[in-house]
Nanobody
Framework: QVQLVESGGGLVQAGGSLRLACVAS????????MGWYRRAPGKQRELVAT???????NYADSVKGRLTISGDNAKNTVYLQMNDLKPEDTAVYYCNMKGTTPWGIPTDYWGQGTQVTVSS
């Protein structure tokens, strides 16, 4: 059974930094995209950043220049470096990994989420 476990969330003042990490355990294979999403209070979940196995990244406009995604496919780990945090970054952050089984069946795994709170 595959599990994604996030860590690194917490309370920080505006302008501060946090680094989120997500590690996958279990029989996970052929990851082609790692990503971070977030859900703010009263809002729908939204994409924050994604990273493909080929090294391509994609960011939400609201986080460009402040948040950086990185990963290590060999270690089934993805990170999100968050700098210059703003109160509007307050949300539960979720890790996501997409791939395929050895038989080509698509997989889509999610973590339980980690709370990030930015005070003004």
């Amino acid at each position: 059974q595959v599990q994604l476990v996030e860590s690194g969330g917490g309370l920080v003042q505006a302008g501060g930094s946090l680094r989120l990490a997500c590690v996958a355990s279990g029989r996970i294979s052929n990851i082609n995209t790692m990503g971070w999403y977030r859900r703010a209070p009263g809002k729908q979940r939204e994409l924050v950043a994604t990273l493909t196995s080929g090294g391509n990244t994609n960011y939400a406009d609201s986080v460009k220049g402040r948040l950086t995604i990185s990963g290590d496919n060999a270690k089934n780990t993805v990170y999100l470096q968050m700098n210059d945090l703003k109160p509007e970054d307050t949300a539960v952050y979720y890790c996501n990994m997409k791939g395929t089984t050895p038989w080509g069946i698509p997989t889509d795994y999610w973590g339980q989420g980690t709370q990030v709170t930015v005070s003004s």
